[in-house]
């Protein structure tokens, strides 16, 4: 989605989107308490901050890595930064989940 939508209105527009849905999962998250259930309390919390976080990341690795951010991030492809990235999230839910 964010993708699609990069082309059309650039990054600065996905970006503010995906911190307001961040900021507003935050605010829902922070109205748990210890009797809400995951399907009706937890679940729609998670799927905003994955909206949210998904309009961050995406434009922002993309306008960093093919515009080249004056030559900075100008080598890496962006899809060998995805794959990178998912190597840094997989050792740390291992690591913070114990699975071996």
Known sequence: MAGRLYDKVGPRPLLVLGLVL?????????????????????????????????????????????????GFMSGPEPQQVTVEEGRVTEVTLTYDTGIR
Do not use: C, R
Request: no cysteine.
């Open 22 to 70: 961040g900021a507003l999962a935050m605010v829902w998250f922070a109205q748990l308490d210890p009797s809400s259930s995951y399907v009706g309390h937890v679940l729609p919390g998670l799927v905003v901050l994955g909206l949210g976080m998904g309009n961050i990341f995406a434009p922002g690795i993309y306008t960093v890595t093919a515009q080249g951010a004056a």
